[in-house]
């Protein structure tokens, strides 16, 4: 086999390997959006039936299930972040000169208001907890069950919140390993 059908046997499985990745990317950004999805209907449920009802221990669930969310929804984002590097990192540079440059170009031209994005996103699960556990404050009849509900709650609120902040995925200065 000739030096050029090498090159290019490599540039095809590159670019499906590429286009694979892709497609990837695109389903977790898609999952990402159904949780969102979800998390704001079922804030907006737990809300209804926790005030028609008085009921404080429903409306303390919406943390635990907000943080489950979050935590699924960060894990897409890290494995966004991980396809992403690799295709930067391992397929990007092996292409001919001038082609399949999207993740080079995002990392050199970051959005402007990069922060607003990535906690917007988050705020919908800690904005959500914290909504819910000030509106339980408000019919809480300070019962065992409520008590222990709402502190359930309330640590799925800080948990969120804490893991969040510090397993953020890594995002311009990429790292020597994925």
Same mark, same amino acid.
């Given at each position: 086999?000739?030096?050029?059908?090498?090159?290019d046997?490599?540039?095809q499985?590159?670019?499906?390997?590429?286009?694979?990745?892709?497609?990837?990317?695109?389903?977790?950004?898609?999952?990402?959006?159904?949780?969102?999805?979800?998390?704001?209907?079922? $804030?907006?449920? %737990? +809300?209804?039936?926790?005030?028609?009802?008085?009921?404080? #221990? @429903? =409306?303390?669930?919406?943390?635990? $299930?907000?943080? %489950? +969310?979050?935590?699924?929804?960060?894990?897409?984002?890290? #494995? @966004? =972040?991980?396809?992403?590097?690799?295709?930067?990192?391992? +397929?990007?540079?092996?292409?001919?000169?001038?082609?399949?440059?999207?993740?080079?170009?995002?990392?050199?031209?970051?959005l402007?208001?990069?922060?607003?994005?990535?906690?917007?996103?988050?705020?919908?699960?800690?904005?959500?907890?914290?909504?819910?556990?000030?509106?339980?404050?408000?019919?809480?009849?300070?019962?065992?069950?409520?008590?222990?509900?709402?502190?359930?709650?309330?640590?799925?609120?800080?948990?969120?919140?804490?893991?969040?902040?510090?397993?953020?995925?890594?995002?311009?200065?990429?790292?020597?390993?994925?």
């Amino acid at each position: 086999m000739s030096d050029q059908n090498t090159n290019d046997h490599r540039n095809q499985l590159a670019i499906a390997e590429f286009t694979a990745l892709r497609a990837e990317l695109l389903k977790h950004i898609e999952l990402q959006f159904q949780l969102v999805g979800v998390s704001v209907v079922a $804030l907006g449920t %737990i +809300l209804s039936v926790g005030y028609q009802t008085k009921n404080a #221990a @429903i =409306m303390s669930l919406y943390p635990v $299930l907000a943080m %489950i +969310l979050g935590l699924y929804w960060l894990n897409l984002a890290h #494995a @966004i =972040m991980r396809c992403g590097t690799y295709i930067k990192t391992y +397929l990007e540079p092996r292409m001919p000169a001038g082609h399949i440059g999207w993740e080079h170009y995002i990392r050199r031209n970051p959005l402007r208001y990069d922060a607003l994005g990535y906690w917007g996103v988050r705020g919908t699960f800690l904005g959500g907890s914290v909504a819910t556990v000030l509106s339980t404050l408000g019919i809480i009849q300070w019962s065992a069950s409520d008590i222990v509900a709402l502190g359930l709650g309330v640590l799925a609120m800080i948990a969120t919140f804490v893991v969040f902040f510090l397993w953020r995925e890594r995002v311009p200065g990429l790292p020597a390993e994925l």
